[in-house]
C-alpha cells in the first residue's frame, strides 16, 4: 500500500470514530436510519459474552476483538474487515476497551441475493480466482481504502435523512460490489453461487434456521440440498466448522435463551425449542453459557448484557 493511500486510511478511519461516536447510543450495538447499517461502540471487554452472527460485514475502527464463531477463533482490530457469509452462533471478548477509549465499529448486513447477482456482473478479469473448493464461512482481512470510504458516505448520510431513500442503495450496492472484488471475494462469491458445494451447505443453513426444533436427519438434510451424505457432512463442517448437529444444538439453545429473556420458563423453552428432556436440555444449556438456565437468565437481565446479533 503507497504512502499516500495509507495516509488517506487514516484520515477515513479518523472521520468515521468521530461520527460513530456522535451516533452511536449506549455501550452495544445500534442499529440506524440507514436500513442494516449499524454502529457498536462498548466501553469494557475481558468477559466473554454470546451472540448470532448473521450475514455482515464490519469495519473495526478503533480497539481489538476476539471472535470464536462456530469452533474457530479470529481475532481482529483497527483497520481491518470482518465478512461473515451465513448465520453462525458465536462468542466473543473485547481485549483493550475502556471508557477513555472505547471499541468501535461499524457494519452492514449483507443482500446474499445482490452478492449473487453482482458476482454474475463482475467483468472476469477482475472476479477473485476461486479454487473450487469450499470456503469458510467467515473471513478477516486488512480493510481496504474503497470499501472504508463507502462505509464513511453511508454513515455521512445519518446526518442527512432526506438523501438516504435514494442514495443508501446505491452505495449499499457498490459496497457489497467493492467487498467482491477484494480479499474477502472469494469467500463470499463461493458461498452465493449458486451450484457450489459452500453454496449448498449455506442452503441447508437456511433449512436448519427455519427448522431447528424438528429432528435433524442427516440423510434427509443432504437430500434437500442434493449432495451424498458423507460429502454434506464434510463441506458442513469446512464451511461452518461444526458438525450439523452442534449446529442445531447451539441454534436451539440460543433461541431457548431468547424464549427466557422475554419471560419463558426453562421448562417452556426446552420444548418449544425441540427438547424431549429437560434435564438433558439443562445440562447442554450449562455446558454453552456456562451457567444453568436460571442463574444465567438473572445475570443476563441484572446486567442488562444482552445476548446482539453483531459483527
Known sequence: MADNEREELRRLNLRLKEKVLRHAGGSGISATAV??????????????????????????????????????????????????????????DLTDAS?????????????????????????????????????????????QLSVLDAFSRLVDLLDHPAQIPVLAPIIKRELHYRLLLGPHGDCLLTINTLGTQSNQVAQAVTWLREHYRRPLLIEELAGKVNMAPSTFHRHFKLVTTLSPVQFQKRLRLHEAQRLMLTGKDANYAALDVGYESVSQFNREYKRMFGEPPFRDISRLRVSESLPEVLV
Open 99 to 143: 471508557v477513555e477509549k472505547p471499541f468501535l465499529a461499524v457494519s452492514l448486513e449483507l443482500d446474499r441475493y445482490l452478492i449473487t447477482q453482482l458476482s454474475a456482473e463482475v467483468h472476469p478479469s477482475l472476479r477473485p480466482h476461486s479454487t473450487g473448493r469450499s470456503y469458510r464461512g467467515v473471513a478477516v482481512a486488512d480493510v
Open 35 to 92: 436500513d442494516g447499517l449499524a454502529v457498536s461502540k462498548r466501553e469494557g471487554g475481558g468477559e466473554l459474552e454470546n451472540c448470532f452472527y448473521t450475514p455482515r460485514a464490519g469495519v473495526v475502527l478503533q480497539g481489538h476483538k476476539r471472535s470464536r464463531i462456530g469452533s474457530a477463533e479470529y481475532r481482529y482490530g483497527e483497520f481491518q474487515c470482518i465478512v461473515v457469509a451465513l448465520d453462525l452462533p458465536g462468542t466473543f
